[in-house]
């Protein structure tokens, strides 16, 4: 009953551990306690204590800022790292946010494919300018027990206005 002994101390009368304890390496632990009177009498108790699993925050790679010229041309950058956690039974979705919506007609990212997804964007007629682009990753693990089922990275879209050509002539 005393074979986790070495991941807990007692401080006062409060067991706490000693250890980084993870629910998905293992979940309960037998420890022994013993007390001591000052005559020298002692009491012995095995406890089980079990950890309750809290939902582990996702994971996404970061995204490098992305410069282009404008074009007509959809653009896609692939999103990779993406996991829901150590979870295995969870699943990930990913949506996408852009604090200049008015630079694309279209920016929208698709389904989680293993490890990665993609972002899709098409620039609005015209336009140029600068988005701060925000993906989230959410799984279905929820935020019970102070568990995080979120993470957002940010990137920078550039959209560089096409070259204009001035021809002058010198001929009459």
Do not use: W
């Not at 629910?23 to 012995?44: A, H, L, P």
């Not at 996991?83 to 200049?100: C, I, K, L, M, Y």
């Not at 990137?155 to 070259?163: D, E, G, I, R, Y």
């Amino acid at each position: 009953g005393a074979a986790d002994n070495s991941k807990f101390v007692i401080d006062g009368n409060v067991i706490k551990s000693a250890a980084v304890l993870d629910y998905e390496m293992q979940n309960s632990f037998n420890i022994r306690v013993r007390t001591t009177t000052q005559y020298g009498s002692s009491f012995e108790k095995a406890l089980t204590i079990s950890l309750t699993d809290v939902n582990e925050i996702p994971t996404l790679a970061d995204i490098a800022d992305q410069t282009i010229c404008y074009t007509a041309s959809q653009q896609t950058v692939n999103l990779t790292g993406i996991s829901a956690g150590p979870e295995t039974s969870q699943t990930a979705r990913v949506t996408v946010t852009s604090d200049n919506s008015a630079l694309f007609s279209s920016l929208t990212a698709g389904n989680v494919n293993g490890t990665s997804a993609q972002l899709n964007y098409r620039v609005a007629s015209g336009k140029s300018g600068v988005a701060t682009i925000t993906v989230t990753i959410t799984d279905n693990g929820g935020t019970a027990n102070g568990g995080v089922n979120t993470i957002s990275k940010v990137f920078v879209v550039t959209v560089n206005p096409l070259p204009q050509i001035a021809i002058t002539s010198d001929l009459g």
